[in-house]
């Protein structure tokens, strides 16, 4: 029995994302997370997961859904990031079941300060819900870290408790993740705020698992945001093994992985340390940095190969009145990026053991 027996393709919300990240757990894989910023990027993550025949998380950040809507646009209380995330919901909705897989709508770190961003998209979820009765987006993330353990859950819970109504997932993250990312800065932080603990792991599920399952941890077991030199990331996925045994001694549960978790900071992460994860209980991990590589590398090369090509509109190898239109059409080089996209958002599904799963 594969994904498509218990869910539909296109967009799914509630129960299906449910089902779909308890299949995860049940078979072993998880789901990557591609942080997109236009079309262009969610039509190369959807294309990958549709040939690798895999469901997909398509993510939008803060920064990202601004520049979705536009950067012409001010972001003045969140106003362009809050416009570009919502659109970028319609339009995946729009597509996603034409690529014939499960997709989740996902939006990527919110602090504290961005909270009027999480207000924006919240409500278009109430007012999608109450026309169709499901959210526009599948899930949210609230990344209150810098706050108190108890600030973190207590403002966690308030928006739960609001997103429960209306069959949301929420993602929170209890633990930093250390480098910098979309404007937040955590590389200077302490080496031992980037590692959770088992009480703060239990005392955010007692919270949560009052009000709804729809729920995953962000758990900080030396994630960094971006790409490092080999050995200078120090990943101990191990702990997340040891956070799921507490838990369920704790609170004399059946299953032997209660909590659905989630990877940040995957670009770069060895293949030993996503599996390590993986066993452990992890269903979602963040892709971005290295799939941003991939798109650059795929319009650096096409440009690197037909350079004589690109220096006016008329006039190449071919003689000096020979046009150039087909070459610098975007349409063409802007492809040749999400041909490399496509096929790194592949490795990233291949090294979640997220292949054949539909």
Same mark, same amino acid.
């Given at each position: 029995?594969?994904?498509?027996?218990?869910?539909?393709?296109?967009?799914?919300?509630?129960?299906?994302?449910?089902?779909? #990240?308890?299949?995860?757990?049940?078979?072993?894989?998880?789901?990557?997370?591609?942080? !997109?910023?236009?079309?262009?990027?969610?039509?190369?993550?959807?294309?990958?997961?549709?040939?690798?025949?895999?469901?997909? =998380?398509?993510? #939008?950040?803060?920064?990202?859904?601004?520049?979705?809507?536009?950067?012409?646009?001010? /972001?003045?209380?969140?106003?362009?990031?809050?416009?570009?995330?919502?659109? +970028?919901?319609?339009?995946?909705? /729009?597509?996603?079941?034409?690529?014939?897989?499960?997709?989740?709508?996902?939006?990527? *770190?919110?602090?504290?300060?961005? $909270?009027? &961003?999480?207000?924006?998209?919240?409500?278009?979820?109430?007012?999608?819900?109450?026309?169709?009765?499901?959210? $526009?987006?599948?899930?949210?993330?609230?990344?209150?870290?810098?706050?108190?353990?108890?600030?973190?859950?207590? =403002? !966690?819970?308030?928006?739960?408790? @609001?997103?429960?109504?209306?069959? !949301?997932?929420?993602?929170?993250?209890?633990?930093?993740? +250390?480098?910098?990312?979309?404007?937040?800065?955590?590389?200077?932080?302490?080496?031992?705020?980037?590692?959770?603990?088992?009480?703060?792991?239990?005392?955010?599920?007692?919270? #949560?698992?009052? =009000?709804?399952? $729809? #729920?995953?941890?962000?758990?900080?077991?030396?994630?960094?945001? +971006?790409?490092?030199?080999?050995?200078?990331?120090?990943? *101990?996925?191990?702990?997340?093994?040891?956070?799921?045994?507490?838990?369920?001694?704790?609170?004399?549960?059946?299953?032997?992985?209660?909590?659905?978790?989630?990877?940040?900071?995957?670009?770069?992460?060895?293949?030993?340390?996503?599996?390590?994860?993986?066993? /452990?209980?992890?269903?979602?991990?963040?892709?971005?940095?290295?799939?941003?590589?991939?798109?650059?590398? +795929?319009?650096?090369?096409?440009?690197?190969?037909?350079?004589?090509? $690109?220096?006016?509109?008329?006039?190449?190898?071919?003689?000096?009145?020979?046009?150039?239109?087909?070459?610098?059409?975007? @349409?063409? &080089?802007?492809?040749?990026?999400?041909?490399?996209?496509?096929?790194?958002?592949?490795?990233?599904?291949?090294?979640?053991?997220?292949?054949?799963?539909?």
């Amino acid at each position: 029995m594969g994904l498509l027996d218990i869910v539909p393709a296109g967009v799914i919300t509630g129960d299906h994302v449910r089902k779909v #990240f308890a299949y995860a757990h049940e078979h072993g894989f998880a789901i990557p997370a591609i942080n !997109c910023t236009s079309t262009s990027t969610v039509n190369a993550a959807l294309e990958a997961a549709r040939d690798i025949k895999a469901p997909i =998380i398509i993510q #939008f950040s803060n920064g990202g859904a601004a520049y979705f809507a536009g950067k012409g646009i001010s /972001n003045k209380n969140e106003a362009a990031s809050i416009l570009g995330a919502v659109a +970028g919901a319609h339009y995946v909705r /729009n597509v996603a079941a034409a690529y014939g897989i499960p997709v989740i709508i996902h939006s990527d *770190h919110c602090a504290k300060k961005l $909270l009027p &961003w999480f207000d924006g998209m919240l409500a278009a979820d109430e007012e999608y819900f109450a026309k169709h009765g499901e959210p $526009l987006f599948s899930s949210h993330m609230l990344d209150l870290s810098e706050e108190s353990k108890e600030e973190n859950i207590e =403002i !966690c819970v308030k928006y739960l408790e @609001r997103m429960a109504k209306i069959n !949301c997932h929420l993602e929170m993250e209890i633990g930093i993740t +250390g480098g910098e990312e979309d404007g937040v800065d955590n590389s200077g932080v302490d080496n031992a705020a980037l590692y959770t603990q088992p009480q703060d792991i239990l005392d955010i599920y007692n919270a #949560f698992s009052k =009000i709804t399952d $729809l #729920f995953s941890i962000a758990a900080g077991f030396g994630n960094v945001h +971006g790409v490092y030199a080999p050995g200078n990331v120090k990943l *101990h996925p191990e702990l997340l093994g040891k956070h799921q045994a507490y838990v369920k001694e704790q609170l004399k549960l059946q299953k032997d992985k209660p909590i659905w978790f989630v990877f940040h900071g995957g670009s770069g992460s060895s293949k030993d340390e996503i599996q390590t994860a993986v066993k /452990n209980g992890v269903v979602k991990m963040n892709v971005d940095t290295d799939t941003q590589w991939a798109y650059w590398v +795929g319009i650096k090369d096409f440009y690197e190969k037909k350079r004589d090509y $690109l220096q006016a509109q008329v006039g190449n190898p071919e003689g000096p009145n020979k046009p150039n239109k087909k070459v610098y059409d975007p @349409r063409v &080089w802007v492809r040749e990026g999400e041909k490399t996209m496509v096929e790194r958002v592949k490795e990233a599904c291949q090294d979640l053991n997220n292949v054949s799963r539909l």
